[in-house]
């Protein structure tokens, strides 16, 4: 199982972005064994990238999230209060960025692996 980072969820549907060919064979591999999740987060990053004019989503928003979220492309995980509570797991000098905060923390209580470029968090060791 893999949990997809925001950037590489969109990246990963768009067939866009900085993806080399066996990150998207892996994601693809995993997508077939119903192994791809996502935090209920990364729908709520993508609607403010939409809503901020920096994500343009065919035909419109609520289809292509629906259809992006569609139980045999990836599982939502839902943001709850053991999500919220394993934010605590977090070392001290990690952002502050919310979104970054949830989908990290889901990944850690989940203990499943975090897919992401973000250098920040990889330094982190995510």
Same mark, same amino acid.
């Given at each position: 199982?893999?949990?997809?980072?925001?950037?590489?969820?969109?990246?990963?549907?768009?067939?866009?972005?900085?993806?080399?060919?066996?990150?998207?064979?892996?994601?693809?591999?995993?997508?077939?064994?119903?192994?791809?999740? %996502?935090?209920?987060?990364?729908?709520?990053?993508?609607?403010?990238?939409?809503?901020?004019?920096?994500?343009?989503?065919?035909?419109?928003?609520?289809?292509?999230?629906?259809?992006?979220?569609?139980?045999?492309?990836?599982?939502?995980?839902?943001?709850?209060?053991?999500?919220?509570?394993?934010?605590?797991?977090?070392?001290?000098?990690?952002?502050?960025?919310?979104?970054?905060? %949830?989908?990290?923390?889901?990944?850690?209580?989940?203990?499943?692996?975090?897919?992401?470029?973000?250098?920040?968090?990889?330094?982190?060791?995510?």
């Amino acid at each position: 199982m893999i949990l997809l980072d925001t950037h590489v969820w969109l990246w990963w549907l768009l067939e866009e972005g900085d993806l080399d060919e066996s990150e998207r064979a892996i994601i693809d591999e995993q997508a077939l064994n119903g192994e791809v999740v %996502i935090s209920a987060a990364t729908i709520w990053e993508a609607e403010l990238l939409h809503r901020s004019g920096d994500l343009v989503l065919d035909p419109d928003f609520e289809t292509w999230i629906r259809r992006a979220t569609d139980p045999q492309i990836c599982k939502v995980i839902p943001i709850d209060e053991e999500v919220i509570l394993a934010q605590q797991k977090l070392p001290e000098e990690f952002p502050d960025d919310p979104a970054d905060r %949830i989908i990290v923390a889901t990944a850690l209580l989940k203990d499943i692996p975090l897919a992401t470029k973000d250098e920040v968090l990889q330094e982190l060791g995510f």
